[in-house]
């Protein structure tokens, strides 16, 4: 199946394709190698999405470029496709894309990072525009919802690495 947009890993750059809602999250994590690779962990598993209550739904073990990937939420389906990862010394993490029969059109990235001090943390990034119309008749509230979203990813990847500090 093909994209449902054009600019495929604009997140990797950190860039909004015109007509697409922008999305950045920061929340800080822990610090210290143990949490910064305890973390990595959980997002390339999966594991993290999973203790947010979505189903995943892929044929991959982790998170790899070309890998789909169905995130469900109830009724709600929504199809992807990793489109980059990063495994670097302070950096790790992945993006997908959307495909047809998601409710929104665009990309989301989820990456953990270490800084100088020894911060580890989360960055939500994403551009995302309505597919469907219940996406589109939601308006401000969908938006709010993705704020949402990636706001609890923080706050759940942050306990599940509770007690790691160095």
Known sequence: MPFTYEDVGATRDGRCPPGFHPLHVRTRIGEGQDVFAAAGRALMSWDLHRALGVTITTDAPEATPGADV??????????????????????????????????????????????????????????????KWYARAGGAATRGFQHAYARRCGVVLRRMCEGLED
């Open 70 to 131: 169905t995130v469900g939420l109830g009724l709600l389906k929504a199809p992807c496709r990793v489109v980059w990862t990063a495994d670097e010394a302070r950096r790790t993490g992945w993006a997908y894309g959307t495909l047809p029969g998601h409710p929104e059109c665009g990309e989301e990235a989820f990456v953990v990072d270490r800084t100088g001090d020894g911060t580890v943390w989360l960055t939500v990034t994403a551009f995302s525009r309505p597919a």
